[in-house]
């Protein structure tokens, strides 16, 4: 069965670090490009950063200002994102999601893992 | 890099039509046949429902449709159940493996 498991998640006051976890099986890990997407609370879906098949194309969305970085290790089947500089706006459920081979669309969601950014 | 928009809520009765809208830009919709849509039930993982515009994965009813027209998206669901109500959300990708969602829009089975 075809499955992202996410981690890391948890409290961290404003200005903290937290790195997020995903483990992915029951598919060719290195065959496919990954990508978190977050949701606030009551809101709708936002797209955070993307990663390709091998780790040399990385691109996050212009609105975290460099704060985020997507990463990958393909031997362990996973894929991971730093958080710095994390302010209350960044509370949310971060989800990871496979990147689709065919149209650019997310075909395989986790369950997420829940950041709140609170002092 | 703007988020699509979506109307928050729309609603409809069972075994009636109802079509949810997703407005972009020439910068993204209009650019690209890249649009998706996905549904959510509270509590639960978005579920990919059609990509590339119009197609279907696997399992997804054809009561589920999408098209497009210039900068704007709509997703038909036909014949509507109860199972059906859930949030909507549209994706578009945007050039620079960027992509973009809209709100979300609430669909309410009456």
């Known amino acids: 069965e075809v499955q992202l498991a996410e981690s890391g998640g948890g409290v961290v006051r404003p200005g903290g670090s937290l790195r997020l976890s995903c483990a992915a099986s029951?598919?060719?890990?290195?065959?496919?490009?990954m990508s978190w997407v977050r949701q606030a609370p009551g809101k709708g879906l936002e797209w955070v950063c993307g990663?390709?098949?091998?780790?040399?194309?990385?691109t996050c969305a212009d609105s975290l200002k460099g704060r985020f970085t997507i990463s990958r290790d393909n031997a362990k089947n996973s894929v991971y994102l730093q958080m710095n500089s994390l302010r209350g706006d960044d509370t949310a459920l971060y989800y990871c999601?496979?990147?689709?081979?065919?149209?650019?669309?997310?075909?395989?969601w986790g369950q997420g893992t829940m950041v709140t950014v609170s002092s | 890099q703007s988020a699509l928009t979506q109307p928050p809520s729309a609603s409809g009765s069972p075994g009636q039509s109802v079509t949810i809208s997703c407005i972009g830009t020439?910068?993204?919709?209009?650019?690209?046949?890249?649009v998706s849509w996905y549904q959510q039930h509270p509590g639960k993982a978005p579920k990919l429902l059609i990509y590339?515009?119009?197609e279907r994965p696997s399992g997804v009813p054809d009561r589920f449709s999408g098209s497009k027209s210039g900068n704007t998206a709509s997703l038909t669901v036909s014949g509507l159940q109860a199972e059906d109500e859930a949030e909507y959300h549209c994706?578009?990708?945007?050039?620079?493996?960027?992509?973009?969602f809209g709100g979300g829009t609430k669909l309410t089975v009456l």
């Open positions: 999601v496979r990147a689709a081979i065919v149209g650019k669309t997310f075909d395989v």
């Open positions: 029951g598919f060719s890990f290195d065959d496919y490009g």
């Open positions: 990663i390709n098949w091998s780790g040399g194309i990385t």
């Open positions: 020439s910068s993204d919709i209009g650019d690209y046949d890249y």
């Open positions: 590339d515009v119009r």
């Open positions: 994706s578009s990708y945007a050039g620079n493996n960027i992509r973009l």
